[in-house]
């Protein structure tokens, strides 16, 4: 595994891509979060005058679900690309350690990504005496939605040899992962005024997912019309059957399986637990979350792995 | 080969739901179960141990609704955002207790909700906008919006706090409603109405009154025409009242039908003007004019309240509901503060009987009329004794006074009163006219020797010198002489109680920003002292940066030019531990500087300690007094509190008499007396109140003078840093491999390519 390791870590910083990568990160962060005022909270950095990280922070997991993925994506599509994931298959060692040892690489990419942003801090002890707990936090909430976003690249890159291809799909669903929490107030409104078809959708847009997922490991083309043809009729159908919803002023009104789902919901979002530990706050059912997104799709590319293996 | 698919994509399938289906559950048990941990330098996200323990006590969930401007002025553009997060996690933090909501106004829907925020009491906050923020800045407007939050706790009437702002500059932080006090708002809004909750009936109130209450009912003849026995139903409301209890007296007079000026005016201030109908209450064919007074004017006890505008009472019960609240308000029992002010009078055209005139009398006065409390003058000469019911004493120069006066102190404070001295080291004019224009002389107040004994036995002492701030000055705003422009107005040297000065944590400390305290002396405290009598100690204002001792060269009359500069090296010696030279006239003082601090526990008598005799009255002693000589009789002693501050100066109308009673009055001495306001609710609400924190920390701002060229340096570093790094890193490591390439090449004989 630490040979693996080695040769990806390698990989990453023998090439220009790395560097790159890293520069380019660098740059747009500092560009987005000093200068520009993305978030619109009154002006450029030196002018809002307040000596923390938030903007950098707030917008971390934007640039993060473009960036991550492109770190991810030549995990195992490269190998793909140059015919050594033949070998490294063969290899007398369980497929686990091979993308134990790629995650980890990525990892401490990621790392070495989040460590070029440093000057930040070292500013803002410059400017004064900073609050080092949220500036602390935020970076660990950095590493941990990085390295839940790469888990995602990581199994999507092993199932294509196709790099921009990988990527795509790996911003798509990260952006998703992102945009979901961006849309909970909708989210919950939808909930509180249709909350049978709110819980139709949580419960079934998961399995419907994990179907996609599936039939695209086994390249079964079948079980993937199916999922789609399923999913739309359900999630459409719920409609027909659910009341008209309530009218504007009582939208407030809470129903138990609304309240259920909004819950539910906060639970589910990449980006309250962001936060969360970003402003300074770490809950530990936070960091059993970021922990389970990077088993989940670990063990899928696992998983994945072998199927193509034996196949 | 469709089956062999199928059947990886199915055990895949398979695998990962049971897989997602075991995180869940995983996620499930560490949310039932899970820790927190704050990692902010002041625990700025956790609910401090006196919120904590308020909200455990709720019978009742508290509902916070932020009423918020939709379009907030440029400089509030984050305003809802960080009240809405400060109420998240005080949301989050109080395990249920606290629920919130949000109404955003439109500028179009203010006009039509007027009346609807009038009612609740949601008024608009407004910001002065100048120029800059240091004291040249000018004023150049003032820009309203909403920004109001309100507090329901159970069935009663919700309290309203206006003016919540967010920490953008350096004004705001002598702001007393901010995002980071909502902890405290709010926590203290519930323990209002909490004390408020068990108000008796008004019918069941009016029978216990000890003096005679007067309702005057001023009507007039018209009514509104939807309503035209609205007159007869309220007179026959307060009829019922004075049904209840004798010692409700009811009068009735009646504007005369129509009774209106020339102009359009109506007769009498309190009349509604009216968009509908009136008519004549005794003939309801008769038309008039439009408006009509409905007034209830309540007299108790020399206090007074009105209430007007009963158009949407029908009932007599609805108009006892109505007067309810300001009936409850003039008979609930006062707070009472005691007031002793040091010997001698300004007044030289006092008139026999009339009480003496003090420098401080106009901030008594002040105290009494806003704050609604009782403000008892004591003179110890005449009354020979401090009342026991008093909320609060104040103690104006306790270092001026007579040693018997003292003593009555000491017994009241020993016996568990509470206690505010204002110690004043120095006494200064400030000449802004006449000859000596521009300059301010300072005076050496006495102190007794007893009362220096006093202070030494409790373990306290008061410096010898006035303490000056370079960059101090009070700005009230003033109205200049060319034109209508206001502009601030500086108390030169004058010490500015910074936000950075006060103890956050602490209740007495709460909006004391930006007052002004002139010329304190530093306070020592033996905390060794202390710890042996068991007193606890809160520090509530420690000056910082740039503070400067004055050195008098002439103690008899020692003038000091207003545009002194503390800068000049031949007057100002800076290095705090160096012995200053003959010329040296200020020396700047190792920071931070105790000027204020709150004592707490049981004080022991002075006079019982070593079985001190009782000292004489300069006046012939009245009945049961103890006789002076003799040994002090052995008191109770039960916990109280002192709270000590160096400098009266803030009070003091005299000093300030050069800026205007306006200024003055209204500007500066709401400011001192928040001291007395701040102690009167500790009073009030008890240790509930005491432990509250009262400010939650933000996030620090940008110290330090901001030039463009450190700036840039900044963003050089930051921007373009690592990334120049890393191209020369790559660089370096590329001429490597081309060398070692070389090499390789050179030892295989083939030699370098070109």
Redesign the interface.
Known sequence: MIAIFRRELRGYFDS?MG?GI??AF??LM??LS??LDPM???GDW?KR????M?TFFGIFPWVAAVVVPAVSMRLWAEDRRQATFEMLMTLPIPTWQVALGKYLAGLTFLAAMLA??L??P??LA?????????V??GYIACFLLGAAFLAVGLFLSGLTENQALAFFAAMLICLGLVGLGEMRGFLGELARSRPNAAMVHVVTV??IG??L???S????K??GAAAIAMGLLVNSAVYLWEEAPVAADKV?VLSPQGEAVVAAMG?VSVLDHFREIE???????GL??FA?LV??FV??NV??LE?RRH? | MINRKRSYTMHFLLLSILTAVALAAVNYLALAHRARLDLTADKRFTLSEGTQRLFESLTEGVHVTYFVDEEPPPKRINLERDVRDKLQELAVSSGGKLTWSIERITAAEAQDKLEELEKRSIQKTIDVLTSGTDESARMKGFQGYFSSIEIKYGLAEPVVINGVRNLVDKLDEATEHRVDTLEFDISFAVLQIRAKGGKAPIRRLVKTLKDDITITLHTSEQMPAKNPTLGETINNALNALAQESPRVKVQRSIVPFGRVLSDGRQAWPYGKVTEEETVDSRDPTRKGPKFYYTVAAILYQGRYDVVFDFADETTTESVLTKIEGPLQELLRPRTKLGFVLPPGDIDPRRQPGQPAQTPYSDAVEYIRRTFGYEADLIDLGTSHRIPRDLAVLIAFEPNQYAERDLYEIDRYLAEGGNVVMLYQGWDAKLEVMGRFRDTLALNKNPTTRHFEDWCKFHGIQFGQDALFDKGGSMTPYRRSRQGSEQQPTNIPLAVVVEPRDLNGDSIYGRWLAGMPLPFPVEIRIDDAELAANKIERQDVIALRDDIYRFIPANPAFPEIPLRVSLDSPAEVEKDPEATPGKDIRFQRTKDPVLVATSLRGTFRSYWDADGRAVPAWARPPAAGDPVAGQRAPEVKSRPGSLLLCSSAGTLNIEYLWGYGYEEAVNVVIPKGSTFFKNMAETHIYGEDLVRLRVRTGVAPRLSGELSEGRRLWWLFVCIGGIPLMLLAAGMVRNLAQARARQDYEAALGAGPKE
């Open positions: 220009l560097v890293i520069g660098v740059v500092m560009l000093l200068l619109g909270q009154g030196f005058g307040e000596l923390s938030r070029g942003t000057a930040f070292l500013m410059n400017f004064g005496q900073p609050d080092w707990g949220p602390f936090g998961p399995i994990l179907m997922l599936a039939a490991v086994g390249r079964d079948a079980v407030r639970q402003r300074g706050v770490v809950y530990t059912n059993v979350f389970s088993v989940l063990l899928l998983w994945s199927s196949s």
